[in-house]
């Protein structure tokens, strides 16, 4: 199972690094990074793999928003499922 | 592979467009609670809603989180309490609607729908007792939502119900006056009321359903307008097209959620309303959907048509996307609850006639309209003879939920707070109707060949 972590606000050091730490702490995998930066702005989506998850997905869910408050960044975390069904027949 | 515009189309849709589930809602059977004995009665009612639904709200949070979509309310529909109440005493009705709202508060659900009965052909002694109690029960809680059906395609219109609720709407009014009068958004009068509807203040759990069952209700009135905005100046063809597409995916998100719902609790799957419910937040409304369409404001020449086309594209693409489709299924025009309804009643665009008008070509009805709180009894019930008929003779549903708001006059304005939304008051004809009600008896069924 798969899910899509978005990630937005405004550009500095190391966000990356801190969102791949947190999935690497909680034993999920990083499948693709698509990434853009317009003037200040950070954009960012990432597809993780949530196979052999140490924590239960909605505890990973918490960790990630509060990891994005923390850092004056907007994070939300969707199980896969909600862009499938929503886009494939 | 999840592709990159389908993920940013959807958290677009969440984020900016207000997509949402608006309710999750679970029928639960009452039947096997019947006793003789009103307390008796009262503890099996509050026993069985609490062990049924004891795991909704947070089941609910937990799909909100894990899939990152808002499901705004989660609440609870029973069965029609008049059938369950049976010779009980005024006072034992108003016991069970006090215990229902007991239930509710403890469960963390924000409405249970039900205290309802069905006098469509006719009305037992008991539906009688528990429609006195509607208005102190309407006051005295906090949740509970009440229904009463005056008519169907089949039995005709039953117009000594009608009365009733005209009075019934009076009074409430009357009992909740220091609110606004807001006792009478928990009260719907319905003709053809459907039996899996879960949208408050019409859901009740129909006497078809089994023991549990799960229904949503779907949103998104604001991803249906900014679609339309992007397509910019289309034909209607294109235009009823585009509607589809996003019906079908809104409804999908729908339907996901209802499945997970219903696997987690161990309760069967029941429908999934396809209704465009707005809410009074900025780009949330089904009157700017009618605007982006190129009508000036809602209301104007071309309103009926477009919300026509509107709604038969939202049940033409929902239909397609989930695997039981129910409840009100259309789309909803409350006044209160939608931005550019309340700014079209406001300056004088959209009048009660011209919603009535509507209704025969959407889903459910007059809906939180304030009308002037010295409405005559005969005009309130007047107005909901007109509506019913409408739902009769074009065997759909329709309901009423109007508001007479006390002490308030038109040009004023009254606000219900929250989702409820406010309202300026609307003028209603100020000629009587109070010799046509006070024929009483029932409207016979209306035909069903030489259509005209």
């Known amino acids: 199972m798969k899910a899509v972590i978005s990630v937005t606000g405004r550009d500095s050091m190391g966000i990356i690094a801190g969102v791949s730490n947190a999935c690497a702490e909680c034993g999920v995998n990083i499948i693709d990074i698509s990434q853009t930066v317009l003037k200040e702005y950070f954009a960012m989506i990432m597809i993780v793999d949530i196979d052999r998850i140490t924590v239960p997905f909605v505890d990973f869910v918490d960790r990630m928003t509060a990891l994005g408050k923390e850092r004056g960044l907007e994070i939300h975390t969707m199980h896969e499922d909600i862009f499938n069904s929503m886009h494939n027949i | 592979m999840l592709d990159r515009n389908s993920i940013l189309e959807t958290i677009n849709m969440i984020r900016d467009e207000n997509l949402d589930i608006r309710t999750v809602t679970m029928g639960i059977s009452l039947f096997d609670c019947v006793s003789d004995d009103g307390d008796r009665l009262c503890d099996k009612i509050y026993d069985k809603i609490m062990r049924r639904a004891e795991k909704l709200v947070p089941t609910a949070c937990e799909i909100e989180k894990e899939y990152g979509i808002p499901i705004i309310n989660k609440r609870l529909s029973v069965t029609p309490v008049s059938m369950i109440g049976g010779g009980l005493s005024e006072d034992g009705y108003l016991k069970i609607a006090k215990t229902l709202d007991r239930a509710a508060g403890e469960l963390g659900v924000n409405f249970v729908g039900g205290f309802s009965a069905m006098v469509q052909k006719g009305m037992t002694e008991g539906a009688r007792r528990m429609m006195r109690v509607i208005p102190e029960a309407l006051s005295v809680t906090e949740r509970v939502c009440s229904s009463v059906n005056v008519a169907s395609t089949k039995a005709g219109i039953n117009m000594d119900a009608v009365a009733m609720t005209g009075k019934i709407i009076k009074e409430t009014a009357r009992r909740t006056a220091d609110r606004g009068s807001i006792g009478c958004a928990k009260f719907v009068v319905f003709a053809n009321a459907p039996e899996d509807n879960p949208f408050m203040a019409g859901a009740f759990h129909g006497i078809g359903e089994p023991e549990t069952v799960i229904n949503v209700g779907v949103s998104g009135p604001g991803v249906v307008a900014s679609a339309i905005r992007r397509a910019g100046d289309c034909s209607f063809s294109a235009l009823a097209d585009l509607i589809k597409k996003t019906a079908f995916k809104i409804t999908r998100m729908g339907q996901l959620v209802a499945c997970e719902a219903s696997r987690r609790l161990g309760v069967p799957f029941g429908i999934v309303d396809l209704s465009l419910a707005p809410t009074p937040a900025v780009g949330d409304s089904v009157a700017h959907i009618l605007e982006e369409m190129g009508l000036e404001s809602v209301g104007a020449p071309g309103t009926t048509a477009a919300l026509a086309m ?143």
């Open chain 2, 310 to 452: 509107l709604n038969d594209a939202v049940k033409k693409g929902g239909t397609m996307a989930s695997s039981f489709v129910g409840g009100l299924s259309g789309a909803f025009i409350p006044v209160s609850e939608d931005a550019g309804m309340i700014e079209a009643v406001a300056k004088g665009a959209l009048s009660i006639e011209k919603l009535e008008a509507m209704t025969a070509v959407c889903s459910v009805g007059l809906d939180m309209i304030a009308i002037p709180g010295d409405t005559e009894e005969a005009t309130v019930c007047g107005i909901i003879a007109d509506e019913i008929a409408i739902g009769v003779i074009n065997t759909k549903t329709t309901a009423v939920r109007v508001i007479p708001v006390c002490e308030k006059k038109v040009g004023d304005t009254v606000s219900f707070g929250g989702l409820l939304g406010y309202a300026p008051v609307i003028p209603v004809s100020r000629y009587s109707s109070e010799k046509f009600i006070a024929r009483g008896g029932r409207i016979p069924a209306p035909i069903h060949s030489l259509k005209n």
